[in-house]
C-alpha cells in the first residue's frame, strides 16, 4: 500500500493539541498508593479551564488504572472523537526535540508508554491518535521524529500502519512491519531453534480440544507431553488467568472456573536458580543495546515485580543492584549471540523482553513487546540503584531520537 502526498497531514508548527498529564504521570501517581478519588481530584485541579476532551483522556487513563476498563474507554472515545491529537505536559526546553508518537485507541497496552521516557528528556511529545472510522488530521504538530508506538495490530490496521511509516515525511522509528512476530504463538516459533535460546512453543488450543483431553486422554494438540504446562486465555495480559497445571485434574480444576473459548498452553521449563529462587529480568533493548530494567526475585515460579516483596526485602534488591552493576559483563556477554538473533527477527529500534537463565544456561525469553513499561517510579530511598541505571537508560534513548533525527550525511 502507497500513500501519495495528498493522504498526509501537513506540518504545522502553529497545531498546539490538548495538554494532558499523561500515562507515566498518572500511573506514576497511582503506583504510589493513590486510588480513583485522588486520582480524579488531580485531574479536576489540572484541566480546571482546558477543553473536555483533555480531562476525558486522563479521565479514560484514570479509569483503567483503577481497573474500571469499560469506563475508561468510553471516555477514550468521547475524547478521541473530539481531538485525535493530544500533547503531554512538560517543561521542554526551547530547542528541545519534537516526538510525534502515533497510536492508537484501546487499553493501556496496547501503546508504548513513550512519556515514561521523555519525560525525563528535553522532549516535547504529541501523540496522534489512528481512528478505525476516521481519517488523519488536516494538520499535526511539525516535528523531528515519528514513533510508530502501536503495539498490536490486526491485518487491515498493520497495512494502514506499514504505509504511513513507509510514506512519513518525518524520520520514523519502531517499523510496525515486525508486530505481527510479537504474537505468542508467532514469538516461539520465530525463535525455535536459535541456538542459546529457550522459547517453548505456546500453543494455540481450543476450550473443545481441552474438553476432549479431559474425557477421553487425547493429546492436547502441538503438545505431545502436556504436564507440567502454563496455560492462559488467549486474551489475557500481565499474568491474569495464568497457572501452572501439572496433571489432568489440576487441568479439569482450571477449567471448571474458566469460560474462555481460546487459550495459549506452553511447556513448563523450572528456571529456578541453585539457591531455589526465580529471576525473571526485563531487558529493554534501545537501537540494539541491552539495558536491565528490573529484575525481579522470588519464591514462586510466576513472577511480577509487582508481587516480588522486592520493597519489603533488602536481600533481594542487593541482588537486583548486583545483577544491575554486572549486567554488561556478566548477563549481557553471556547471552550476546542470542540477543543479535533476537535483533534479526524484531528488527524493532526500542523493544524488550521478559527472561529468565535456564538451568543449563540458555536465554528463557518468556515474552517480547513494544509496550512494556520502562520506568523510574520505584522510591529512591529505598532504591538508590536504579537511579544511575535508569539514567542510562533514558540517555541511550534520547541518543537514538537524535540520531534518527539527524539528517543524513
Not at 480531562?55 to 488504572?65: F, G, S, T, V
Not at 495464568?242 to 521449563?269: C, G, P
Amino acid at each position: 500500500m502507497s500513500l501519495d502526498s495528498a493522504a498526509l497531514p501537513k506540518l504545522s508548527e502553529a497545531v498546539c493539541p490538548p495538554l494532558v498529564c499523561g500515562t507515566a504521570d498518572l500511573t506514576t501517581f497511582a503506583y504510589h498508593e493513590h486510588g480513583i478519588p485522588a486520582l480524579l481530584d488531580r485531574l479536576n485541579q489540572f484541566h480546571q479551564d482546558d477543553p473536555a476532551e483533555a480531562w476525558e483522556y486522563d479521565a479514560a487513563i484514570a479509569c483503567q488504572l483503577a481497573f474500571r476498563r469499560a469506563e475508561g474507554l468510553e471516555l477514550q472515545d468521547s475524547a478521541l472523537a473530539r481531538s485525535q491529537l493530544f500533547r503531554v505536559y512538560g517543561n521542554p526546553s526551547g530547542n528541545a526535540l519534537r516526538v510525534l508518537a502515533i497510536a492508537a485507541p484501546g487499553d493501556l497496552m496496547i501503546n508504548t508508554p513513550l512519556d515514561f521516557l521523555t519525560n525525563h528528556l528535553d522532549v516535547r511529545l504529541d501523540i496522534l491518535y489512528l481512528r478505525a472510522d476516521g481519517g488523519l488530521p488536516a494538520e499535526v504538530p511539525e516535528h523531528d521524529v515519528a514513533f510508530f508506538s502501536v503495539g498490536e495490530a490486526d491485518p487491515a490496521r498493520l497495512a494502514r500502519l506499514q504505509a504511513l511509516f513507509d510514506n512519513w515525511p518525518r524520520p520514523a522509528l519502531n517499523n510496525p512491519r515486525f508486530l505481527p512476530t510479537l504474537a505468542r504463538d508467532t514469538l516461539s516459533r520465530a525463535l525455535g531453534g536459535i541456538a542459546g535460546i529457550s522459547s517453548p512453543a505456546a500453543v494455540a488450543v481450543g476450550r473443545a480440544a481441552l474438553d476432549a483431553h479431559l474425557r477421553d486422554d487425547s493429546p492436547i494438540p502441538g503438545l505431545p507431553a502436556p504436564y507440567p504446562c502454563i496455560i492462559r486465555p488467549a486474551t489475557s495480559h500481565a499474568g491474569a488467568g495464568l497457572q501452572r497445571i501439572d496433571d489432568t485434574a489440576a487441568m479439569a480444576e482450571y477449567l471448571r472456573f474458566s469460560f474462555e473459548k481460546q487459550y495459549f498452553v506452553t511447556r513448563f521449563v523450572d528456571y529456578r536458580s541453585p539457591d531455589g529462587l526465580y529471576r525473571k529480568s526485563r531487558v529493554a533493548f534501545i537501537d540494539r543495546a541491552p539495558f536491565l530494567c528490573h529484575m525481579a526475585v522470588s519464591q514462586h515460579w510466576m513472577v511480577h515485580y509487582l508481587n516480588a516483596g522486592m520493597t519489603e526485602a533488602a536481600t533481594k534488591r542487593d541482588d537486583e543492584a548486583r545483577a544491575m552493576a554486572g549486567f554488561d559483563a556478566g548477563f549481557a556477554r553471556r547471552h550476546a549471540a542470542a540477543f543479535a538473533a533476537l535483533h534479526e527477527r524484531l528488527g524493532f529500534d526500542l523493544y524488550s523482553i521478559d527472561c529468565a537463565e535456564t538451568q543449563d544456561g540458555q536465554l528463557l525469553v518468556f515474552e517480547a513487546d513494544t509496550a512494556a513499561i520502562i520506568h523510574l517510579m520505584d522510591p529512591p530511598d529505598i532504591f538508590p540503584y536504579k537511579q544511575p541505571q535508569m539514567r542510562r537508560v533514558f540517555d541511550a534513548f534520547g541518543d537514538l531520537l537524535r540520531k534518527a533525527a539527524r539528517p543524513a550525511g
